[in-house]
């Protein structure tokens, strides 16, 4: 799986259990970023810059949605009740009646 940000000039790449962020794609490309949270295959991520911070958010067949703080390569936020595989993730900017939004940066509900 391979999703390419040209607005942020990075390619991320998805295998097995692992996210990895790597510069523009070039025969010289360097790995800048390895996320591991996962225990299973990595079935989406999603990038959102929120307030000069930078997050990658992935779900997996583990179960679980891991959102991840890029610029201190930290697991901020997991959400683990699903019953089955996440096979989509996506930040969303728009509020809409019975969603829950967090401020995951702090853990508290909007």
Do not use: A, P
């Not at 800048?32 to 992935?58: A, G, K, M, P, R």
């Not at 697991?75 to 989509?88: A, D, E, P, T």
């Amino acid at each position: 799986f391979l999703k390419c940000k040209s607005k942020y000039s990075n390619v991320y790449l998805t295998y097995l259990s692992t996210v990895l962020m790597f510069e523009t794609f070039h025969s010289s490309s360097k790995l800048i970023n390895t996320f591991t949270e996962h225990t299973n295959i990595v079935c989406s991520i999603d990038y959102l810059t929120f307030d000069y911070f930078q997050f990658i958010c992935s779900g997996s067949n583990d179960n679980t949605v891991c959102v991840c703080d890029v610029d201190n390569n930290k697991q901020i936020q997991s959400f683990n009740r699903h019953s089955n595989s996440v096979y989509c993730v996506k930040f969303s900017s728009y509020h809409y009646h019975n969603h829950r939004f967090w401020y995951f940066k702090h853990n508290k509900q909007l």
